[in-house]
């Protein structure tokens, strides 16, 4: 039995953070994650698993603060 994960939505910010460290782990670094262009980071939140935001619905202050928070996740695990 699976458990349950709800739906992400573009402002769940720290989900999808998460989702993208699971998905790039260590390979993508501060720098590099700051680097990703935002046609990118688009395509690749809209593939994540539970991810129902709508592509017209992203916007860039979305893009910023998934980045941000994926640098945050990317440094908690480097501790």
């Known amino acids: 039995m699976s458990h349950y ?3 992400i ?5 720290e989900d999808i ?4 460290y699971e998905k ?3 390979e993508f670094s501060e ?3 700051y680097r990703v262009r935002f046609t990118d980071l688009l395509e ?3 593939t994540l698993p539970n991810f129902e935001g ?3 619905d992203s916007n860039e202050g979305h893009l910023e603060m ?3 928070a994926w640098v945050y996740e990317w440094r908690d695990n480097q501790k």
Request: aromatic content about 14%; hydrophobic content about 35%.
């Open 44 to 46: 690749w939140v809209l």
């Open 17 to 20: 953070a998460l989702k993208l």
């Open 5 to 7: 994960e709800p739906p």
């Open 66 to 68: 998934i980045q941000s």
């Open 9 to 13: 939505h573009w402002n769940d910010y």
């Open 54 to 56: 709508k592509r017209e």
């Open 24 to 26: 790039f782990g260590d």
């Open 31 to 33: 720098s590099r994650i």
